[in-house]
């Protein structure tokens, strides 16, 4: 399953706090445990709702409860897996009854975190901690920690890549391309699936934000213009070599019949060469090629196709945000759950992700890209709110995958136009959008 992927009131509540769940909220009631609060005198029950509904069902989730009742013994932990989270989890926030701990969904604006969630802490001490605080920073307090960050990239088949002859990560899009076409010319795998019949990896291009050009601002610079996609910016770079990879036919015959769970057996078995995932994927790749008795060192990573100043970049996000309840009856409890998730379960080590925690050492999946010295872009989004603003009233959807499933359509004939015209609507769209609700 992937990391990341409602009722009318809910939507106003989350829009307008005032009369919805969060009205009135009660004071704070439970400190976060401290070096005075002995583990054993923090009591009851917990529950946790989480997107990691694989984690649920196979008992891993009850396993990482079972070593916090070594720490916590008087502390019951229950978990609630959720298929569609941030659905589920939306229309349970227009109530009280959101669980004790959870991710903080995506809908959710930074300014409204104090209405819904408990401050875990003052961001000056927790900063010094933990990544990515920054995001979940309302007034000098946090409300969420990120319990992984992902790098954004390509996940691929190094075996078929080197099959190929292609032995070194490309440079430039057109080395990719040519990548790409020497994998068409000299092997029997498909170069490029895109999983357009599942939508969200198409999202995936969009994160090459930061990566192109190494800058942490990219994505708020997005505010500042009227032409996001014209020539030489991130946008046009990543969604013209989308469409190039297309449009030369480097992919999968017919896109409508791309499944996400089947891909994983795919390029585990050498079929398809190469996906743009978050790095978080090269785990559940792995392990499919192990089940398929494949190879799993033969699944890498792979920056995106750019560099600046001679050397490769890429972004590095945060996954889902940890938060408590501001309604929750257990403060301690929960608050206790997420520091040990974070920094004792070995959660992020074992998905390969980048922790949180600073200084943790990286996963072995990007231990390649340590070597070759690629920079890694924390990504500041200070204005993802504003930016946000304007991608809904131009009605594009940076996050969705709407507007690149067109690029694909139009790039393999089965929609008309050509990528110019596909550049000088967005552009025309987002610049009328910056005009209405002003810069």
Not at 11 to 39: E, K, R
């Amino acid at each position: 399953m992937a990391h990341r992927v409602a009722t009318a009131v809910l939507a106003a509540c989350l829009v307008a706090v005032a009369g919805c769940g969060g009205q009135n909220q009660p004071a704070a009631t439970g400190a976060a445990p401290t070096a005075q609060t002995a583990p054993n005198q923090i009591t009851g029950t917990i529950t946790v709702l989480t997107n990691r509904t694989d984690q649920v069902e196979s008992g891993q989730a009850d396993k990482y409860a079972a070593e916090f009742n070594k720490i916590y013994p008087n502390v019951q932990v229950k978990f609630e897996g959720l298929t569609d989270y941030e659905g589920e989890v939306k229309i349970r926030m227009s109530s009280e009854e959101y669980g004790d701990v959870l991710s903080i969904p995506n809908t959710v604006k930074v300014s409204q975190y104090p209405t819904f969630f408990e401050p875990l802490g003052p961001a000056e001490e927790l900063s010094k901690k933990y990544d990515f605080t920054d995001r979940a920073t309302v007034d000098g307090q946090v409300y969420g920690i990120a319990n992984i960050g992902t790098a954004q990239g390509f996940v691929y088949n190094k075996a078929v890549w080197e099959k190929a002859g292609v032995k070194e990560w490309p440079k430039t899009p057109e080395e990719f391309l040519a990548g790409l076409q020497a994998i068409k010319d000299k092997t029997d795998a498909t170069p490029y699936y895109t999983n357009y019949k599942d939508m969200w990896p198409l999202t995936m291009w969009g994160h090459a934000l930061g990566s192109i050009g190494c800058d942490a601002t990219a994505g708020d610079k997005l505010a500042d213009t009227d032409n996001p996609w014209a020539p030489g910016q991130p946008l046009h770079v990543a969604d013209k070599l989308l469409f190039d990879v297309v449009a030369n036919k480097l992919t999968e015959d017919d896109p409508n019949t791309t499944n996400w769970e089947e891909s994983k057996n795919l390029i585990a078995n050498g079929k398809i060469a190469t996906m743009a995932l978050g790095s978080w994927a090269v785990v559940q790749m792995k392990e499919a090629a192990t089940k398929a008795g494949q190879n799993p060192d033969d699944i890498a990573y792979m920056p995106f196709p750019s560099q600046t100043g001679g050397r490769f970049c890429t972004s590095v996000r945060p996954d889902y945000q940890y938060a408590v309840n501001v309604h929750s009856k257990n403060k301690p409890a929960a608050k206790a759950w997420i520091e040990w998730f974070i920094t004792k379960s070995g959660d992020a080590q074992a998905a390969l992700s980048i922790s949180s925690v600073k200084g943790a050492a990286l996963p072995s999946s990007l231990t390649p890209f340590e070597e070759a010295g690629v920079t890694f872009v924390r990504m500041d989004d200070k204005r993802a709110e504003q930016v946000d603003t304007i991608d809904k009233a131009s009605e594009i959807g940076l996050g969705s995958p709407d507007y690149r499933q067109n690029i694909v359509d139009v790039a393999r004939g089965a929609a008309k136009g050509d990528l110019n015209g596909i550049f000088a609507d967005l552009n025309k769209r987002w610049a009328e959008a910056r005009a209405t609700v002003g810069e």
